[in-house]
């Protein structure tokens, strides 16, 4: 039986770029390769004409917060899109034009068998073309990502790449609270503890915007990094604790 498929796009004040990535990714998402998957927008609180392009289009679903809260809640709300619409996979892919939607069907075809996430990296192979990444958000990556292998017994390369397709059954075992920029990290940590089956698959590197914001204070990548560390110890006591319930959001 085919499985049923969602592409979930975060967004938020994307406007330059919202309306080209969404024509490639349902250009991609209606090949014979893909079988076909359904599109959904979570519209992040955007206040920069994004939201009146998207209730323009009648080739996706949009989901709206009507205020934002951050990269993880908009994360949280396509796990529970997947999970209510009754969806088997679930590939999540960044609106900002640095991921390519061409290799949204890849990502499908991976997430077979026994695998429960399929992560993309930038840092896997070298592709032609690559840009170099921002020399702090690499030092940052690279610092996090090690210790998430260390701590976890993962075995990562890049820890923060928003491609990435989940077994949405294998979401049902997590419990995510985080709602900002660190709620992958929380995923990696009950995604260990959970021992879900997780593998990485090559993207290029690319960066259209080097000097992109994280926000207020994240914007200093100290405050950042102990920001990071801060949710993965916070993570790891929960579950080191038992005061994790783990289960649908």
């Avoid at 399929?118 to 958000?137: I, N, Q, W």
């Avoid at 993207?203 to 994240?218: A, C, H, M, Q, T």
Wanted: with cysteine; net charge negative.
């Amino acid at each position: 039986m085919t499985s049923r498929r969602l592409v979930a796009l975060p967004v938020y004040n994307e406007a330059q770029h919202v309306d080209r990535v969404l024509d490639e990714v349902r250009r991609h998402c209606n090949s014979d390769i893909q079988s076909g998957a359904d599109v959904v927008v979570i519209d992040d609180g955007s206040s920069d004409g994004t939201s009146e392009i998207l209730s323009r289009r009648t080739d996706i679903r949009v989901v709206r917060h009507e205020q934002n809260r951050g990269y993880g809640s908009a994360l949280l709300s396509s796990f529970r899109y997947a999970q209510e619409n009754g969806f088997d996979l679930l590939v999540t892919i960044d609106c900002d034009g640095q991921h390519e939607p061409c290799r949204i069907p890849l990502f499908f075809d991976a997430c077979t068998g026994d695998i429960d996430i399929v992560s993309g990296s930038r840092y896997l192979t070298e592709f032609a073309g690559d840009t170099p990444p921002p020399p702090e958000r690499r030092r940052i990556n690279e610092h996090v990502t090690a210790e998430l292998n260390r701590r976890l017994c993962l075995n990562l390369t890049d820890a923060f790449c928003g491609f990435k397709c989940y077994r949405v059954d294998a979401l049902r075992k997590l419990n995510i609270g985080e709602t900002g920029y660190s709620m992958p990290l929380e995923v990696w940590v009950q995604a260990a503890a959970a021992a879900l089956k997780i593998i990485e698959l090559p993207v290029p590197l690319i960066y259209l915007d080097e000097k992109r914001s994280f926000g207020g204070v994240l914007d200093n990548g100290q405050t950042r990094l102990q920001y990071y560390h801060e949710t993965i110890d916070r993570a790891i006591a929960q579950i080191e604790s038992g005061s994790l319930c783990c289960g649908a959001k």
